[in-house]
């Protein structure tokens, strides 16, 4: 395994650019008839540069998230078999979020590998290793030769969605 860190994002760019070259950006359940709104913005909260994703979670329509996406390559595929998993600072309300993986087998929209994260009031670093990502409507193993990209969700349940991030590494 690699002992080294990929950063995927350090916040350095102070919009929603990654430290990747990608765009972070803003997908909720309007995509498919739902009425949950979501907002993405940087800001520095505790003093520390981030994004913040705020917004509603609604089930109305059959709707349910709001999502920070971010593809990790431009084009291709990102190998991150050489890494234990996923590193990010989180503050937020107290909730339990999501990191959503997506990988050249997920075909569907509704198809990821999911692990799921508190966000407590103050900045803490969340680990997620990739053994505890769970395939969610799709039978293929996550391959970790073929991610495309990754979201952060508020999903599943009525609730009001403020979750910080900053630095996002593998």
């Known amino acids: ?48 540069p981030c994004l913040c994703l705020t917004g509603d979670v609604r089930l109305d329509n059959n709707g349910g998230f709001i999502q920070a996406s971010l593809d990790l390559v ?25 990191l959503h993986l997506r990988t050249a087998d997920t075909g569907m929209v509704w198809q990821s590998y999911r692990a799921s994260f508190a966000a407590p009031a103050h900045w803490q670093t969340v680990r997620l290793p990739f053994a505890t990502f769970q395939p969610h409507r799709i039978e293929v193993p996550l ?5 495309k990209r990754m979201g952060l969700v508020a999903i599943g349940r009525v609730f009001a969605a403020d979750l910080c991030f900053g630095r996002v590494a593998l």
């Not at 002992?3 to 803003?26: E, P, Q």
């Not at 431009?74 to 999501?98: Q, R």
Request: net charge negative; proline share 0%.
């Open 74 to 98: 431009t084009d291709g595929l990102l190998d991150a078999s050489g890494y234990l998993g996923f590193e990010i600072d989180v503050c937020g309300n107290g909730e339990i979020y999501n």
């Open 1 to 48: 395994m690699n002992s080294n860190f990929l950063i995927i994002d350090d916040r350095s760019s102070g919009d929603t650019r990654s430290s990747l070259g990608t765009a972070w950006r803003v997908v909720s359940d309007t995509v498919m008839g739902g009425v949950s709104q979501g907002q993405l913005s940087a800001q520095t909260v505790q003093g520390r």
């Open 143 to 147: 391959d970790l030769r073929r991610l």
